[in-house]
């Protein structure tokens, strides 16, 4: 007797990934999948995929996608959650996005508690653009645009959304997670499931930060990239949720 | 309600877009449009209706551009700083083809410049305002009844071409009270097959998108976009005429500059002055062909503008100069009297004298 144990979910597409070898963009993009198809919602969600690697999410998710500029997927996803409000509506946004050009927006998502849900992926560099100093780089780390390494007394020091985030009253459950061996892909998706179940019963604005690798422009290995994740980002950005409003 | 009302500019602009079926309002407070916004935040939750206060002017253009990807008639209204800001997420509009109403009532610039009426937004307006081969379609009101008419012909034009539409005001449209009348008109449903508002029972997913990596896929686009710009420019043109048939000057001016000239014009008249008004109200597209048969016809334009000469470009591509285009603006919230105008169409004709 033959059955099928593990198969493509239907809300990705039957697409390669254009995504570099040991990026982790395609891990999250298929939990992301699995946690839609799981929740039966594939036919009423609505994604917003602003400018950074995953643009072009739109030819890997298979249901309706918005493409938004950079920074702006908070706002977009507002209009259209507010034009749609019985459908799942989530953002999927790096950190230069998210932390740098599109501060203002996603703050005010959360202080508004719109009921989106944001998935965040924290890679602490510019991906899109080569390699480039992200709000959220680690003091030290070299970039195209920090080649001396991050300076703390010029460029200051790491953003650590979840953190901050946590601290607006708006934000219904905000976690840190990363898919950076496979028990920690399990919490990440136990984690983005929550997210999604919550806006699904209209409690308000959720954000998940994926710590991810970017093995391409930190000059690594896709296994050296893994190492220096758990070495390096993990003590600046502990995993963990650091708000769950309506929690046990 | 289809009585005469006595209203304010800015809030007939919002009691038109409602009848006209707009149910989402994104914006932020600025002067001289704040009045709209804020009769937008009472009537929305009256009838069901979305009023939201955005963070700022770039995350007011971006939830409408969410709100029109998902389907929906959707407006967003400011003053000249805040369009500048909007540039980019109108030109996402324009790139995405999502139909939207975006209401500009100008003030004095550039940078901060005043809150007293301007309309040194032509340029920005017209020529695209954001980045890319785009274009805007620009209707310019002229009273508080067009202000109302013209908003719920923006709406029809922005589903019927899937274009952003921007209805240019000033500070003086905006603020000034007027009897108006808005006729109820029975709401045909917009049929949007291709908006993002989850698949349902559609056989595929929807993109609202306006990238294109592909060089080949980009330049079919645009050439798609020049190809709706090119039946806007033939079927939209607008405009209103005024004693241009023996006139030998034309004055040419619109939204509060036009009701300036005129009086203008009808001073002249008085005085045996053959004179005559062009009011372009599409100000793009703009009534070109109309001008150059004027331009056959009379001996000189003059361009009257809260500017220092934008409108004017347009007039002169119009006629192919084939006529002298004069020119009298003032700025930075000044505005001219009916007799500057007068005064200018004189030295016109004077000059016309001279050369005989």
């Known amino acids: ?248 | 309600m289809s009585e005469t009302r006595l209203m304010k500019g800015n809030e007939a602009i919002g009691e038109a877009a409602i009848v006209a079926g707009c149910r989402y309002y994104f914006g932020y407070p600025i002067t001289p449009q704040t009045e709209l916004m804020e009769y937008m935040a009472k009537r929305m939750p009256q009838i069901e209706g979305v009023f939201l206060q955005a963070e700022s002017e770039i995350a007011a253009i971006n939830m409408v551009y969410g709100a029109a990807g998902a389907g929906a008639r959707v407006m967003t209204s400011s003053s000249s700083p805040g369009i500048s800001l909007k540039a980019e997420g109108i030109s996402y509009c324009a790139g995405a083809e999502l139909p939207c109403v975006i209401v500009n009532i100008m003030r004095g610039g550039p940078g901060l410049g005043s809150i007293q009426p301007a309309q040194a937004d032509y340029f920005q307006a017209t020529k695209g305002g954001g980045h890319g081969d785009h274009r805007n379609i620009v209707l310019a009101p002229n009273s508080v009844q067009e202000m109302a008419d013209l908003t719920m012909l923006s709406f029809e034009l922005a589903d019927k071409y899937r274009n952003p539409v921007m209805l240019l005001g000033d500070g003086a449209l905006g603020q000034m009270m007027e009897p108006v009348n808005l006729e109820e008109k029975p709401l045909v449903p917009q049929e949007k097959p291709w908006a993002a508002n989850g698949q349902g029972e559609r056989a595929k997913p929807n993109v609202i998108n306006s990238l294109y990596l592909k060089p080949e896929q980009l330049e079919a686009h645009n050439i798609h976009l020049q190809n709706k710009y090119q039946k806007i420019m033939e079927q939209e043109c607008r405009w209103e005429e005024f004693n241009v048939e023996d006139a030998e000057v034309i004055v040419v001016a619109y939204g509060i500059t036009s009701r300036i000239a005129r009086s203008a014009v009808e001073m002249a008249r008085r005085d045996g002055l053959k004179v005559g008004l062009f009011r372009p109200i599409s100000l793009w597209p703009f009534p070109s062909e109309r001008l150059l048969t004027l331009a056959q016809q009379t001996k000189a334009f003059l361009v009257s503008e809260l500017s220092a000469g934008q409108m004017i470009e347009d007039v002169r591509l119009a006629t192919k100069q084939i006529k002298p285009v004069h020119f009298y603006g003032r700025m930075g919230g000044m505005m001219p009297s009916s007799r500057e105008i007068y005064n200018q169409i004189n030295l016109i004709l004077k000059e016309k004298e001279a050369v005989k």
């Open chain 1, 1 to 248: 007797m033959n059955s099928k144990l593990y198969a493509r979910p239907e809300s990705l597409a039957d697409v390669p990934f254009h995504y570099c070898p040991g990026c982790q963009h395609g891990i999250v993009h298929r939990i992301i999948a699995e946690v839609i198809d799981e929740l039966g919602v594939r036919k009423q969600t609505i994604g917003v995929a602003p400018v950074g690697c995953s643009v072009l999410a739109y030819d890997y998710f298979n249901f309706d996608i918005v493409q938004a500029s950079h920074g702006r997927a908070p706002a977009v996803a507002t209009g259209v959650k507010r034009v749609c409000p019985d459908s799942t509506v989530f953002t999927y946004q790096g950190d230069g996005d998210l932390a740098s050009i599109g501060c203002a927006e996603i703050v005010h998502a959360a202080a508004r508690g719109e009921k989106i849900t944001t998935i965040f992926i924290n890679n602490a560099i510019y991906g899109m653009t080569g390699g480039q100093m992200a709000p959220t780089t680690l003091v030290d780390q070299v970039t195209t645009t920090s080649p001396y390494g991050r300076n703390e007394n010029q460029v200051g020091t790491p953003l650590c959304i979840s953190e901050m985030l946590s601290t607006i009253q708006g934000a219904r459950f905000i976690a840190r997670v990363a898919v950076n061996n496979p028990s920690n892909m399990a919490k990440a998706k136990a984690a983005i499931k929550k997210a999604f179940q919550l806006q699904n019963s209209g409690e308000g604005f959720c954000l998940i930060e994926v710590l991810s690798t970017c093995p391409t422009n930190w000059g690594m290995t896709p296994v050296e990239a893994v190492k220096w994740l758990e070495t390096n980002m993990i003590p600046q950005y502990p995993l963990g949720v650091f708000k769950d409003a309506g929690g046990e």
